[in-house]
């Protein structure tokens, strides 16, 4: 299931679009203003960032040039009243995806979600394998082939494999890892994380098999093949 971050201020457009994505079975989390998107779009996991360009704050422009420093492949589609060339040419230069102009049809603002989604499955020759050296991954069956050896993962632990594959090189902090695998409210212990990430090294411990490294005082990051 993709994960939303919607940056909109307007509370009724806000509310609208959220419901139309909840509808789609979208996970829908949204900000109203452009230092409180920014903040998570770093601190946690999303799979596209809408983002409006006249937000407080920050506006868009801004908070895509903050984030582009730091998270080069979130999908950002820029959905905003100003309609101007310069400001499209802008947007896009800065780092944006696709740009849809309000007023929209709620078909076109779906169509270019699930765009952006197979786009970043398109990485991968088959959308629901992930693959890093000689690991390879389904999404779908939780089918986990390490150096050739077909493995069942139980699913807390394919979870976590799958967001380490989704984002190579990129540092996960041990908050955003336990939000996404247990929610905000789960009443889960510090040490149930590092007991899964120690499963997965074990099982990633082969000659050209990335590795989950400790980023000390941060979280944990895939550590790719040369």
Same mark, same amino acid.
């Given at each position: 299931?993709?994960? @939303? %971050?919607?940056?909109?201020?307007?509370? *009724?457009? !806000?509310? #609208? /679009?959220? +419901?139309? =994505?909840?509808?789609?079975?979208?996970?829908?989390?949204?900000?109203?203003?452009?230092?409180?998107?920014?903040?998570?779009?770093?601190?946690?996991?999303?799979?596209?960032? @809408? %983002?409006?360009?006249?937000?407080?704050? *920050?506006? !868009?422009? #801004? /908070?895509? +040039?903050? =984030?582009?420093?730091?998270?080069?492949?979130?999908?950002?589609?820029?959905?905003?009243?100003?309609?101007?060339?310069?400001?499209?040419?802008?947007?896009?230069?800065?780092?944006?995806?696709?740009?849809?102009?309000?007023?929209?049809?709620?078909?076109?603002?779906?169509?270019?979600?699930?765009?952006?989604?197979?786009?970043?499955?398109?990485?991968?020759?088959?959308?629901?394998?992930?693959?890093?050296?000689?690991?390879?991954?389904?999404?779908?069956?939780?089918?986990?082939?390490?150096?050739?050896?077909?493995?069942?993962?139980?699913?807390?632990?394919?979870?976590?494999?799958?967001?380490?594959?989704?984002?190579?090189?990129?540092?996960?902090?041990?908050?955003?890892?336990?939000?996404?695998?247990?929610?905000?409210?789960?009443?889960?212990?510090?040490?149930?994380?590092?007991?899964?990430?120690?499963?997965?090294?074990?099982?990633?411990?082969?000659?050209?098999?990335?590795?989950?490294?400790?980023?000390?005082?941060?979280?944990?990051?895939?550590?790719?093949?040369?």
């Amino acid at each position: 299931m993709a994960r @939303i %971050l919607l940056v909109e201020d307007d509370e *009724l457009l !806000g509310k #609208a /679009v959220e +419901k139309l =994505l909840l509808e789609e079975n979208y996970q829908v989390v949204r900000a109203t203003d452009g230092e409180m998107g920014l903040d998570l779009a770093e601190q946690e996991l999303f799979d596209i960032l @809408i %983002l409006d360009l006249m937000i407080p704050t *920050l506006d !868009g422009f #801004a /908070v895509l +040039k903050e =984030l582009r420093k730091h998270k080069k492949r979130l999908p950002v589609l820029i959905l905003t009243a100003r309609d101007n060339i310069e400001d499209r040419v802008r947007g896009l230069d800065l780092g944006a995806d696709d740009y849809l102009v309000k007023p929209f049809a709620t078909t076109e603002l779906l169509a270019r979600v699930r765009a952006l989604l197979r786009r970043l499955g398109a990485e991968f020759e088959d959308p629901n394998l992930l693959a890093a050296g000689s690991l390879q991954f389904n999404k779908l069956t939780r089918e986990c082939k390490i150096a050739g050896e077909l493995q069942i993962l139980p699913p807390k632990e394919a979870e976590l494999l799958e967001l380490f594959l989704l984002h190579p090189k990129q540092v996960l902090t041990r908050e955003q890892l336990m939000n996404r695998l247990w929610g905000y409210e789960a009443d889960v212990l510090e040490n149930t994380l590092e007991t899964y990430i120690s499963k997965l090294r074990k099982r990633m411990d082969c000659e050209e098999c990335p590795t989950i490294i400790t980023v000390r005082g941060l979280g944990y990051r895939l550590q790719m093949n040369a």
